[in-house]
């Protein structure tokens, strides 16, 4: 029995990690399937090690190339030791980021080019994709105001990075979110959390009904 996966992928402050806490609030007594929630970077022991490298703030001189290949890294990691067990056991696996993010951030942001960090990627997962991904579309400028406003002097590393590279990501984003029409649906992150929630799970019982 294979299981499900459902990323969530959006600009940073979207309210990735929030919206998946409160959807699987509201759908852990009605889904037939166990659900696991997990995150990138990191995920497991070594993945978070890597997510602790990528996002360290006094980690400057990292070049994109690095970038690129230590998401990569963490991610193998996270598949092989996480997601792909889960869906073996006939889990719904939901995961706060994968690949999509490293098509924005680093092949459209860090200018590596979406095809080549696409590449990198379907080595480092064995080509695994999202039945399902669940886009938070938000301004990055209200993004990086909401993270700013929750958690000022906090940021990470990327989350650090000028409005300009935020905004150039959003670009990536709007390819690949174009590329996949079947897979990827767009959700409004502006609009109030409850309304978020209820449509994000929504889509999640109209695309899999069999789950509930």
């Given amino acids: 029995m294979q299981g499900y996966f459902i990323t969530f992928e959006g600009p940073d402050g979207a309210g990735k990690t929030t919206v998946i806490n409160e959807v699987v609030k509201a759908i852990q007594g009605q889904c037939k399937r166990e659900i696991l929630v997990t995150r990138e970077p990191g995920g497991s022991k070594i ?9 360290d703030p006094a980690n400057t001189e990292m070049n994109a190339k690095t970038e690129a290949l230590l998401y990569a890294a963490s991610r193998s990691q996270h598949v092989s030791e996480i997601i792909n ?5 006939g889990d719904l696996v939901i995961s706060d980021r994968f690949v999509d ?21 379907a080595f480092a997962t064995g080509n695994l994709e999202p039945d399902l991904t669940i886009f938070l579309d938000l301004d990055p400028a209200q993004g990086l105001a909401r993270i700013a406003k929750a958690r000022s002097g906090s940021e990470d590393r990327l989350e650090q990075e000028k409005l300009a590279f935020h905004e150039e990501v959003y670009r990536g984003y709007q390819k690949v979110n174009q590329a996949h029409p079947d897979r990827v649906k767009v959700v409004d992150a502006s609009q109030d959390l409850p309304q978020v929630v209820a449509t994000s799970v929504k889509l999640v019982k109209s695309i899999f009904p069999e789950l509930f």
């Fill in 47 to 55: 993945a978070e090690k890597i997510r602790d490298i990528i996002l």
């Fill in 85 to 89: 067990p889960a869906l073996k056991r």
């Fill in 101 to 121: 993010s490293s098509l924005a951030y680093q092949g459209q942001g860090r200018g590596l080019g979406i095809e080549e960090v696409a590449q990198i990627n």
